[in-house]
C-alpha cells in the first residue's frame, strides 16, 4: 500500500516522555521503511513545568501545531515558537524546552521509530 492513515492522532494519549518533574509526552505516528534514510514523525506535548534538556542525535523539523514553546540551544540563543512556526535542530544539538501554558508540536527527524 503506497498510502497510510491515522485519524485524530492530535486528540490522543502521548506517552510521558518519563522526565522527572517535566511534563513532556512524546508519540511516533510514521516511520518510513527505508533503512539509510529513516524519517520518524508523530507529537511532542509540553505542559508548563521544570524545563526539558534534550539532545539530539538526529535532525529534526518541528512544527508548532498548538500553544508556544520558549526554546534555547546550548549557546544561550534563544526563541519564542507560538502556533504556526516551524523549529529546526541539528544534530547534535542541546535544545531546552519551556512553555508558560503548554505546546504542541509535530515533528518529523531523521531517525527510526522510538529512538531519540
Not at 518533574?21 to 506535548?45: E, Y
Request: one cysteine or more; charged letters at 30%; aromatic letters at 14%.
Amino acid at each position: 500500500m503506497s498510502m497510510a492513515y491515522r485519524a485524530a492522532e492530535l486528540t490522543k494519549d502521548l506517552p510521558s516522555m518519563n522526565v522527572e518533574d517535566s511534563r513532556a509526552w512524546l508519540g511516533d505516528v510514521f516511520s518510513s521503511d527505508d533503512a539509510n534514510k529513516t524519517i520518524t514523525c508523530g507529537f511532542f506535548r509540553l505542559e508548563r513545568s521544570k524545563a526539558l534538556d534534550y539532545f539530539y542525535t538526529y535532525d529534526e523539523m518541528k512544527f508548532v501545531v498548538d500553544g508556544e514553546f520558549i526554546v534555547t540551544d546550548e549557546t544561550g540563543a534563544q526563541q519564542h515558537a507560538t502556533k504556526g512556526d516551524v523549529l529546526y535542530f541539528r544534530k547534535g544539538s542541546k535544545i531546552r524546552f519551556e512553555t508558560p501554558t503548554h505546546g504542541v508540536g509535530f515533528f518529523c527527524g531523521q531517525r527510526r521509530e522510538g529512538e531519540g
